[in-house]
């Protein structure tokens, strides 16, 4: 019974282990002519109105293994991929999330869009060339693992009520929404570093950002833009200054907002490269918070 509720005949083939077919291969559907030929195709014609979470796995299944949908199963795929509206967003996030963890998931998504998955899951959700080159150059930057990125990138074309009301679709975690939810503004921000700005004001704009967003977004922009927010990435958002708030104290700073301020006005010298070692530091902070100039620190 277990073989009749299988998505694609592929994998509804078993092992017979007793009776005179012990070792003798199962397989009621056709499962090893259709392994031989490349195709995947469904059990049965309800197939995909019975679990359409099948949409996404033939999707799914056809770049992993180089295979291509039966002609009957893509034309019954088509007329049934509505019902991806009845599926859960837990399971819809599960699926997409196992094709986020494939090699190239750019051409999963590229399928779905062709066959209104992408808009049957959520009327915004939408899948061009070139969100799939921007996937394609999150791999190339490296980094941390490309998938939080790509989720980002799905809601890169999005306003911030279509970001959040596709977060809210796909019951995406706390960390996952904030990262879906910055799109709109990292790609706000695009535009203010497609021209060269001091290395304080890149990190002004972006360390409000989930890192994801950013990610996505050095993926996504061309030329300056990703340059710079790769350098944020990488180098300046770990920038601080040599003194901290024990340092100043001792320098004599009285304890209050000021020495915050201090602290502050000091990363963005470092940043910019006004700075260049402790000393030039203490000199900073004792004019900025009126201490003896002369002191050795």
Known sequence: DDLF????TVNAMALALTGSQASDI????GGRADLKAGLLRILHEGSFRDDATRVLRGARYESRLGFRLERRTLRWLRRDVGYLQTISGPRIREELARAL???????????LQRVGALAAIHPALSFDSRRARAFAGRREVGGEPPAPACRALLAWGLSPAEAAGLAARLALTKRETE??????????VERELSREVKPSWAVELLSPLPVAAVWALAASAPGQARQQALRYLRRWRYVKPSLDGRALLAMGAREGPGLGQALRRLRVAKLDGEVRSRRDEERMASALLGLDADRDG
């Open 101 to 111: 963890r494939e090699p190239q998931p750019e051409g999963i998504l590229l399928r």
């Open 26 to 29: 199962v397989d009621p559907f």
């Open 179 to 188: 990262a879906v939810r910055a799109a709109p503004e990292a790609r706000a």
């Open 5 to 8: 509720r299988r998505d694609f």
